[in-house]
């Protein structure tokens, strides 16, 4: 995944488009993603501004994801922006470095894809989730199992729920 700005290497307040698809299917990135099920899009401009290179693209990809509570595969379409400056000099704290003409995005690409995630993941806000006792999927209908009593020592585990819930 790169983007050539051989081009405007040398031109101040030019751009260059890029419109990159890369199947990233082979890597892992358990737990957080099942599976990836498109291949990822990333498209934007890259423009030489006094010599540093200012990136602003757009990406989406399809994933797998599994409930939080129930377990069951969830489809998301994930998008994220990337918004980066780069440059070639090394010199710059803030700034990606890059070599040559060749600006390689798979680090930014992967690290936006993580921060696109969304922080709870669930099929449905009333998701009843699984039985604690028998693992059966209350979505799909209740059990016999007597969940009133709960463990004293699974006490503080249990407000730790509770809270969530809140979320
Ligand atoms: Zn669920
Ligand atoms: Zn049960």
Redesign the pocket.
């Known amino acids: 995944m790169f983007v050539d700005i051989s081009e405007i290497l040398m031109k101040k307040g030019q751009s260059v488009t890029f419109d990159i698809s890369k199947d990233l299917s082979s890597d892992d990135y358990k737990p957080n993603i099942n599976k990836f099920l498109s291949p990822v899009k990333v498209e934007g401009t890259v423009t030489n501004v006094d010599g540093k290179f200012e990136l602003k693209a757009k990406g989406s990809v399809n994933v797998l994801l599994s409930c939080s509570r129930c377990l069951k595969d969830i489809e998301q379409e994930l998008l994220f922006d990337i918004d980066e400056i780069y440059t070639n000099t090394g010199n710059e704290e803030e700034a990606e470095t890059f070599n040559g003409s060749i600006i390689e995005l798979s680090s930014v690409v992967r690290r936006s894809i993580l921060f696109s995630l969304p922080m709870k993941v669930v099929c449905s806000e009333d998701c009843k989730g699984l ?1 604690p ?4 999927d209350l979505n799909e209908g209740e ?3 007597d ?1 009133s009593y709960i463990n004293p020592k699974f006490e503080s585990l249990r407000s730790l729920f509770k809270c969530d819930e809140e979320v």
Do not use: P
């Not at 006792?133 to 059966?136: E, M, N, T």
């Open positions: 039985c006792v028998c693992g059966k059990c016999n199992c969940t």
